[in-house]
């Protein structure tokens, strides 16, 4: 019962988790259409196609917030890892800061497009959905974003991020926080500490 608990909870503050099982989980349905449509012509789905498009599209926004939350953007790390912790630190916040403004750029632009779908009532050749709602996800998902990044930053700063936490072994930085600890290669109650 406690463990379930904890899923629900786990996924009421990490709802990207959901959104994109649910996206996947349509995208397959669709998927699914888009074969029974060619196998049986009497079965007419064109919108399938469309909608999976849209989808898509989605799944790339949820999984750049997705990205933030798990610390797993692309990234240099060999040279970063060449820092010291106070050193790592500063030019995570500064990376963060300079990813949130292009997010609040892209974020600007999808939403000035969503209000001139808005304005001209388009619609979707297939679904005939309004536009602005199926490009909605832009926007979302660099909302969703622009808040993860400002979770990580104040993790950072307070010292609760994961990486600065714990002292991670050499040649190990690939792995997650969790592979980690799971595997006892470093310990829950043993932060790491602060490089002079």
Not at 20 to 42: D, K, T
Not at 103 to 119: E, H, Q, V
Not at 146 to 161: A, F, P, Q, S
Request: aromatic share 10%; charged share 20%.
């Amino acid at each position: 019962m406690k463990n379930k608990r904890k899923d629900v909870m786990f996924f009421l503050k990490n709802p990207e988790y959901l959104l994109s099982i649910a996206i996947l989980a349509v995208i397959l349905l669709s998927s699914l259409m888009q074969v029974l449509n060619r196998l049986f012509p009497s079965i007419k789905a064109p919108w399938t196609l469309e909608l999976i498009t849209y989808l898509f599209g989605a799944l790339i926004w949820i999984g750049i917030a997705l990205a933030i939350h798990d610390d797993s953007h692309v990234g240099i790390k060999s040279i970063y890892h060449k820092f010291p912790k106070k050193a790592r630190k500063g030019l995570k916040i500064i990376h963060m800061c300079l990813f949130g403004i292009m997010l609040l750029f892209f974020g600007y632009l999808g939403m000035l497009a969503l209000l001139s779908y808005a304005r001209r009532g388009q619609s979707t050749p297939a679904l005939h959905a309004p536009t602005w709602l199926m490009r909605s996800p832009i926007v979302i998902g660099a909302v969703i974003s622009l808040y993860r990044l400002g979770e990580r930053i104040v993790m950072i700063v307070k010292d609760t991020d994961p990486e600065f936490k714990y002292d991670i072994p050499e040649g190990l930085a690939d792995l997650s926080i969790e592979e980690l600890l799971k595997e006892g290669l470093i310990t829950e109650t043993a932060p790491a500490q602060e490089d002079k």
